[in-house]
């Protein structure tokens, strides 16, 4: 779990170097990936369950030929390192249950 917090410190730093309200609420995204759609179905509708907004799966084609399926998760939040680590460790273990790979999280500077 340590990648993940060293990782969220390194974005919430960015983000308020770059003068990000610490103030605000944050919508926190998180990414998901994998090549069979069911899974990555079963996923979104489990974190829905659970409280977060969920876009629809997107299609890509990698640079092997190969597809991929793709959606975001969110939820609003403080832009603390220990709630958004806390949240990320949340999510594994959904990932692991259905083969989908947890891709980060990213969120929008705030005013």
Known sequence: MNEWREET??????????????????TI???????NFDRLEKLAVDLFKVGFEVTDAEELELEDGSLIFCFDASKDGSLETDRIVAEIESLLPLCEKYGVDYDGWGTFFEE
């Open 9 to 26: 410190d390194a974005i919430i730093s960015e983000l308020l170097e770059d003068g990000s309200n610490p103030e605000s609420e944050y």
């Open 29 to 35: 995204e998180h990414h998901f990936a994998c090549q």
